[in-house]
């Protein structure tokens, strides 16, 4: 029977939002950072980025998450306004304890230092923030005097214990306690105010405001002690921390800059510049230990360098929107992925070191990837195909439009096929050679091994089967299945063809009659994507229940099922990188790798 293990996880990167700030939580130990995608809480290693965790539990979008002081535990608080306690230790992250402190929303987390309390602050209907006991849930205060929702909390590392909180209404709030209760209103920002940290050891905190300014104030009182520049940024500060020793203050913002500085004398120390485009914003940081962290817009994580603040030592890459296309490189270990936001990143299999195609691509959701020699081509629903030179890694000048909206794409040798809404489209080399208008929605689009017939999958619930011959499409047969196609794929070897539908099957033909062998009904949801292993013994479907199932035509009744491959989340696409190791990437923005032992 054969088994399995996941090789490698190549994950997400944080989900931003224009003008929201991003929470980075920060292990006390200073060896792991965590932040939020969709449904899912990512834990990565800081120093070795590609050692990750994912923490899948909530039902819906996670907000924010931070670790204990303790580190034994992560709260995690969604868009419900529900928190979830779970433990660090155990591979299984145990869940602790779950409560719902807030109607709406939950956009920051801090802890009592003896980890023994937590607040809660963001969007409510009667309350914007809560503090609670951790191991009962009991209240131990209320947060007063905000009008409208909550950005931003800190709780005070040491005694007198002290609660400070940023707010919508353009308001900071100080608290005392516990139990806590409402002490000083400060209300020296003009705009939003997005962020609020105390120093490590206690004695000032600080607030960044959506106007550019940002303030530091005395740690047990909250008297003004001062100002960051004049204002500190010309955007909107978005997110600012002190640095271990409390001796610096790092500060982000949507000016595409960074600054740095002096905790004691409030003079500027550094300035880190990014990039000019929408992009280059900067909505979130964490200093851990030697390792300065920001956030662009774009979800990119920058290790900041004190000694070259325009060039970051190492840039984390990646995509932080479904991953809808996959394909691999002619050198049998770059992977190429494309998004839902038009973006598409390439991989080495081995490291995960990855990067994006440069210059000006496509504008919106990437359909389907495929390579031919030097090209990558690529299809999207911008109605455009474009042909990309591997080496160069950068976009070609133009695209080629297409005469309907395009789903999937094929290529043999010089030509390749596109399946569109309306039609299938011939290319040759770059040339349009013909467009062929279809009676249905093509959906799926696949080569036989010798190029000799082309395969199309339609929303009609047949597969079309066409001769290739010198540009002309000739249909010969069809093939009646019980749901609309969602992809085809010959094995290596020529000896089969295997497709999946949205009715939960995958069906094996056996050529050259394409007469039909088996179908497997294993998954419980619409399959979206089939493939073969180079030796053509296997072939692994992914689905939208979120399984990859990895079957043997000759042991069809026992397949090897890898349930919650990627948890919930659906398999968008899967392949075989080699005839041992499945790569799949889903609607959670992660890239996986699995070993197969047959």
């Not at 991003?22 to 120093?47: M, Q």
């Amino acid at each position: 029977m054969p088994t399995y293990s996941l090789r490698s996880t190549f994950a997400t990167l944080p989900r931003t939002t224009r003008g929201r700030p991003i929470v980075i939580g920060v292990d006390p130990k200073g060896k792991n950072f965590l932040y939020t995608n969709g449904s899912s809480v990512i834990i990565r290693e800081v120093a070795n980025p590609s050692k990750c965790d994912i923490y899948t539990e909530h039902s819906v979008n996670v907000s924010v998450a931070q670790y204990s002081p303790s580190g034994f535990y992560i709260a995690s608080g969604d868009n419900h306004g529900k928190i979830r306690i779970w433990d660090t230790v155990n591979p299984e992250h145990i869940l602790a304890h779950e409560y719902q402190p807030l109607g709406g929303c939950i956009k920051d987390i801090a802890w009592s230092p003896d980890s023994k309390r937590i607040v809660v602050v963001g969007e409510g209907r009667e309350k914007f923030g809560h503090v609670f006991l951790m191991e009962s849930g009991s209240s131990v205060g209320e947060i007063m005097g905000h009008s409208k929702s909550i950005n931003s909390c800190d709780y005070r590392s040491s005694r007198p214990f002290r609660i400070v909180t940023a707010g919508e209404d353009q308001n900071s709030t100080f608290l005392e306690g516990p139990p806590f209760k409402f002490s000083k209103m400060i209300r020296d920002h003009t705009n939003f105010v997005n962020c609020v940290r105390f120093s490590h050891n206690g004695e000032k905190f600080v607030t960044g405001g959506a106007e550019g300014k940002v303030f530091v104030y005395e740690g047990k009182s909250a008297d003004k002690l001062g100002e960051l520049g004049a204002p500190a940024h010309k955007g909107g500060v978005y997110a600012l921390t002190f640095s271990p020793d409390d001796t610096q203050i790092l500060t982000v913002s949507g000016e595409k800059m960074a600054k740095l500085w002096d905790a004691n004398s409030y003079a500027l120390i550094t300035e880190f510049h990014f990039g000019k485009t929408t992009e280059d914003m900067q909505v979130g940081c964490a200093w851990i230990g030697e390792y300065i962290l920001t956030i662009s817009l774009s979800g990119y994580i920058n290790y900041l360098d004190k000694n070259n603040p325009d060039r970051p030592t190492r840039i984390l890459k990646g995509h932080n929107k479904p991953i809808m296309a996959l394909t691999l490189g002619s050198d049998g270990k770059t992977l190429y992925t494309g998004c839902s936001g038009g973006h598409i990143n390439y991989w080495d299999a081995d490291s995960g070191l990855d990067d994006e195609i440069v210059g000006k691509g496509h504008s919106t959701q990437i359909q389907d990837l495929t390579v031919s020699g030097d090209n990558l081509i690529s299809i999207s629903m911008d109605d455009s195909i474009r042909f990309t030179s591997i080496t160069s890694k950068q976009y070609g000048t133009s695209a080629i439009k297409l005469e309907s909206q395009p789903r999937a794409v094929a290529s043999h040798g010089n030509l390749t096929a596109v399946a569109c809404i309306n039609h299938v489209i011939l290319l040759d080399g770059e040339c349009v050679v013909l467009t062929q208008p279809l009676g249905f929605e093509g959906t799926a689009i696949a080569f036989s091994c010798d190029g000799g017939m082309l395969a199309v999958g339609g929303n009609d619930s047949k597969i079309h089967l066409y001769e290739v011959n010198n540009f002309t499409l000739t249909e010969m047969k069809t093939l009646d299945e019980n749901g609309a196609i969602r992809d085809i794929s010959y094995s290596p070897d020529g000896q089969y063809m295997t497709s999946c539908n949205a009715e939960r099957r995958a069906n094996l033909y056996s050529l050259p009659n394409y007469s039909h062998v088996h179908n497997s009904t294993h998954h419980t949801a619409r399959v979206n994507s089939v493939s073969w292993s180079p030796d053509s013994t296997h072939f692994a479907t992914g689905g939208v229940d979120g399984n990859i199932i990895v079957h043997n035509p000759k042991q069809w009744m026992s397949p090897l099922v890898i349930k919650g491959a990627h948890k919930m989340s659906q398999v968008n696409r899967v392949l075989w990188l080699n005839d041992n190791v499945v790569v799949s990437v889903g609607q959670d923005s992660n890239l996986k790798q699995w070993t197969i032992e047959h």
